[in-house]
């Protein structure tokens, strides 16, 4: 079993780099912990409690840089919250976690596909809205710190990415993971939202997502507090010192950067799939 520190540092360096990139560091730390010899289910469950505490760290500072679209948020979390309730109980009743790696991999492979082309395009916008999109408000602004530019945007087909998010909520409660591949990658290619945008929204989602998960894993009996307790540390300052970066990055570093870990953890996954099956 992975001793405290070591699970404290392995969760300052997720919750960094899960905090860049809107991913929540479980989606790295859960691999992680497998292979230190922890039990899949319980990591799941540490890793939903971690993910709470690396939202709520990033997430207040995002907020304040006014990064995050709190509207677009609120009106997604009900498709997200649902999923992870649904997903949690598949995994703690149904399903044997090893062959989810696979589920999880095809999902990341397909928000690879569908960013890998537009690495070298700049921000993402729309022009239009639909009906429900104007009716909720969905736009903003944000001051690009590389340029020094103030960028506007509006958000459209917000029902649309109902299902996506639903689809990544389900994901994260089956697998302990924040689901913000998922949620980046819908609301981007979906939605119209810039990168970065739909960055810090992601992180603002990811922690109902993973607090309707965590219940059910609560009233299961698979959270080890003496594993989440370090995690829910080293994450939450990890993201913290991640939230400073965000804003000083270009939109493509960040795309350029989301891909390479995509990658990394597509391959991770089908091998731990193959390796448990």
Known sequence: MIGILEALVLAVAAGLVGSILGLGGA???????????????????????????????SASSYVRDGLSNIRAAFFLELFTSVGAIAGALITSFLVPAPYLYFFFAAFLATSFYGLAGRVRNGPTTSSTQDALARTLKLEGSYVDHPSGNEVRYQLT?????????????????????????????????????????ATATSNFIIGMTALAGASVYFSSGLVYLNLAAPLAIGTTVGSLIGARFLPRLKDRTVRVFFLVVLAVLIAEMVYKGLTQV
């Open 157 to 197: 087909r917000p029902l649309l990415a109902g299902p996506g998010m639903f689809v990544a909520g389900l994901a994260a409660g089956m697998l302990g993971i924040g689901g913000g591949a998922f949620k980046t990658t819908v609301q981007e290619l979906v939605m119209g939202m810039p990168s970065k945008v």
């Open 27 to 57: 989606m790295i730390l859960t691999p992680i912990l497998v292979y230190f010899g922890v039990p899949i289910k319980y990591t799941i469950g540490a890793s939903m409690v971690a993910i709470i505490a690396t939202s709520s760290g």
